[in-house]
C-alpha cells in the first residue's frame, strides 16, 4: 500500500506546478497591459489601445482561475501539511498574511480598472490603476516567495531549542522577511516569472501571425506590432532572469550549502573543484561525468583556489535525491540556449531578416516559449526537491509534516481530473470569447 | 472578549455575509435568469473576486491567529475543505467565462455552472462549520470526522436556515419585492429551523446564554432583523442599506454565544490563541491591511457610482451653453 504522503507530495506538486502556469501569466499580462495603453494613448495608436482591451478579457479569465487554483493551493498548504502550517502559523505567517492584503489590492482594482474604465477623464489615470494591479501581483509573488525562502534558510527562533525540547523559544516573527536567502530567491523568482510569461505572450503573438494567413493586413500590423512589443520586455526579462539566477547559484554554495553540492555532484568539500556535466553517483563515486577543471570553484568563490562544499559534511539519510544535478544541468543547458537564441535574433537582424513575419523565426519563437516555461518548472521542482527530504531546512522532514488520512489519495486523483479538465476548458472559452469578438471590428476595420 | 478572536470572527462574519448574498445571487439566478439575474450582474461582477478573497483571508487569518489549531482543522477536514476548493476554481472559472462569452444562450449555461458550484461551495462550508461548531462527529483526539459530522439535524437545519436567509437577504438587497409576506415568512423560517437546529445540536450555542448582553444581542438582532422585514414589505430603499449590517452583525453575535468554543465546548479557542510578538505583529497587519482595504474598497464604489466621462464632459458643455 503506497504511503498517504506520496498523494500528499504529488497533489502539492502538481496543483503548485499548474498553478505556476497561472501566476506567470497573470503578473505579466498587467504589465504588458499597462504599456500597451500607455503607447498607445501617448502616440494615439489604436492597434496598442485595441491590443490593451483585448489582452484585458484574457486577463480576467486567466485572474479568475488563477486565484481559484491559488486558493487550492492555500488550502492544500493547510490541509496537506497540517502540521507545517501550525509551526509557519507560530514562527513564519506574517508574509502569508500580507500576501493576502497584496492580492485585496490586485482584486480590489481590477474592478476599478473595468468596470470603471469609462469614468476617467485621463487615460494615464485608467493606466495608473493597471500599475497597482502589476504590484498587487507582483507583491503576492514576493510575499509567498519569502515563505518559500523561511523553507530553504530558517530564521527568526531557537533552532537548536527546538530541535532538543520541541519548544519555539527566542521568536522574532519579523525575521521571515529577511532570511538569509530571501532577497536573491525574491529576486529570481519575480525576474523569471515576468521572463517565462513574457514568452508565454511572445509564442502567442508569434502563433497568430503564422495564422494570420491572408487575414486584412491591420490585423497582421497589430499582431506584429504586440509581438515586438512582447520581444522588448522579453530581452529585459532575460537579462533580468539571468543576473538573478547567477546570484543565486553563486550564493547558494554559501547558504544552502547541502543544496548546492547536491545540484554540483559534490562528494567532497575541495578547492579547484572541477564543474561536472553529467554524471552519476555509484558506489561510492562520481561515475561518467565530464570534468573542466576548476570552473566550479571559479564561478562559485571567483578563485580556482575558493572551497566548495560537499556531501559528505552530511548524513547521508538527508542527502537530496541526486538527480537534481542532472535537472540542474539541463537548466543550465537550455538557460544558454536563451542567451544563443537572443544572439541568433541579433544576427538576423543584421543580416536583414524580419524578426516580425519570417515564419521560420516564428517557430523559433514558439519553441523559445516552450523552453523558456521548462526552464521555470524544472528551476522550481530542483530548488523543492534539493530541499529533501526536509519541508522546512533541518527543522521538519515532509514525512513529519504531512497529513496521513486516507482521504488525500482519491483528493489527489481529482485534483489531476479536474485539472486536466479546466485548463483545456479554458483554453476553449478564451478562443470562443475572441471568436465571438472579431479583430477586425474591434480595430473598427469592419 | 479576547481581541484576536474578535477580530478573526469579524473577518469571518464579513466573508460568511459575501458569501451569503453570492449563494443567494445563484439560487435565484438558477430560479430566474431574466427576471433576477441581469439586474444582479452588474453588482457581482466588480465584487466576486473580492468575495473570493474574503476566503483567502479567513483561511490565512485563522492560520495566523490559531496556529495550533491547524493540525486538528487540516487533519480532520482535507476532504471537504479540498471538495470545496475544486468547486470554488469552477465558481470563478464559469463566472468569469460568462462574463464575456457574448452569446446569451452560452453565458445562461455557464452562470448555470457558476450558481451550481457555489452552491456546493456553501453547503460544504456550512457542513465545515456546523461541525465545527457542534463537534457532531468529529473525533478530536484521532483528529477525524465521520458522516455523522455532516448528517446530522443541526447541519441539515442550518443549511436550510442559511439558503432561505440568503435569499431573503439577497431580495431586499437588490429591492426583488415580488412578495413581500413570503420573503418574511422565508427569513422567519430560516431563524426557526436554525433555533431548532441549535437545540437538538449545540444547544450552549443559544440555549444557555451566559449573559445579560448575550440576551439583550439575540433580542437585538431578532429586532434589527424585524426592522429590515418591514421596511422592505413597506417598499423602504433604506431597507437595501441596512440587511447587509444585519447580516454581518447576526454572524457575528452568533460567534459571540460560541465564545470561546469550539466542538462543541470540547476544545476552548482561547487556550490555541496566537500569543507573544507574533499576535501583536498579526493585529497590526489586519488594521493596517484592513484600513487599505476600506480605501480601496470606497475607492471601488466612488468609481462605480460616478457617471461615465462622456456624460459629464457632455453636462457641463450643456451648462456652459445655458
Known sequence: MLSPVIF??????????VHILLVIIGMILPVFILCAEVIGTKMKDRYYLTLARRLTLAFIVFFGVGTASGTLVAANLLFLWPKFMSFVGQVAILPVYAEVFAFFLEAVFIGVYIYSADKFRSRYAHAAVMVLIAVGAALSAVFITMLNAFMNTPTGFNISAYLSTGKL??????????????????????????????????????FRLLSAGKRNEEVRIYYRKALSLALVIALFATLAAIATGLITISSLYSIQPEKYAALELDL??????SELIGGFYSNGKIVDAIAIPNLQSILATGSAA????????????????????????????????????????LILKFAKVDLLSNRYVMHLYIIAAAVAVFLLEDGWIMSEIGRQPWIIYGVMTV???????????????????????????????????????QLESDLGIK | MNMIYLLNHAIFAAFLSLIAVELGISVLGLAGYKDYWKKMKPYLMPMWEINGTFAVFYIVAFEAMYPQLLTLVGTAYIAPA??????????????????????????????????ISTIIVAVLAISILTSAVSGSGVNVPLQSISIAAFANVFNILAILSIVLIAIFCTKVLFGFRGNAVLDIGMVALGIVAIIIGAYAGPSYLLFSLRSNFDIALFVFELLFLFVVAVLHASGKRLA??????????????????????????????????????????????????????????LFLLYMSMRKPYRIISSNRRNRKKA
Open chain 1, 268 to 273: 567532497y568539500p575541495t578547492t579547484h573543484a
Open chain 1, 169 to 206: 523559544v527566542g521568536l522574532n516573527p519579523l525575521a521571515v522577511f529577511n532570511t538569509p536567502s530571501t532577497w536573491v530567491e525574491v529576486a529570481h523568482v519575480v525576474a523569471t516569472s515576468y521572463f517565462a510569461g513574457i514568452f508565454v505572450l511572445v509564442a502567442y503573438f508569434a
Open chain 2, 82 to 115: 479540498l471538495a470545496a476548493g475544486l468547486f470554488f476554481i469552477l465558481r470563478n472559472a464559469f463566472l468569469s467565462y460568462s462574463e464575456y462569452i457574448g452569446s446569451e444562450k452560452h453565458e445562461k449555461r455557464l452562470v448555470g455552472v457558476y450558481g
Open chain 2, 240 to 297: 437595501r442599506f441596512l440587511v447587509i449590517p444585519w447580516l454581518f452583525s447576526a454572524i457575528l453575535a452568533f460567534t459571540v454565544f460560541q465564545y470561546p468554543y469550539l466542538f462543541g465546548m470540547e476544545i476552548n479557542m482561547l487556550a490555541y490563541t496566537a500569543s507573544g510578538a507574533i499576535s501583536g505583529y498579526v493585529v497590526f497587519i489586519t488594521v493596517a491591511g484592513g484600513l487599505m482595504l476600506a480605501v480601496s474598497l
Open chain 1, 8 to 17: 500528499d507530495r504529488f497533489d502539492m506538486g502538481f496543483s503548485l506546478a
Open chain 1, 306 to 345: 575558493g572551497a566548495v562544499p560537499g556531501l559528505s559534511s552530511y548524513p547521508k539519510d538527508t542527502w537530496p535525491p541526486l538527480f537534481v544535478h542532472f535537472m540542474f544541468d539541463i537548466l543550465v543547458f537550455f538557460a544558454f540556449g536563451m542567451g544563443a537564441f537572443f544572439i541568433l535574433l
Open chain 1, 399 to 437: 514525512a513529519q509534516a504531512a497529513n496521513y488520512s486516507a482521504s488525500t489519495i482519491p483528493i489527489a486523483i481529482a485534483v489531476v481530473l479536474f485539472y486536466a479538465f479546466i485548463l483545456p476548458f479554458t483554453a476553449f472559452i478564451l478562443k470562443l470569447i475572441f471568436s465571438n469578438r
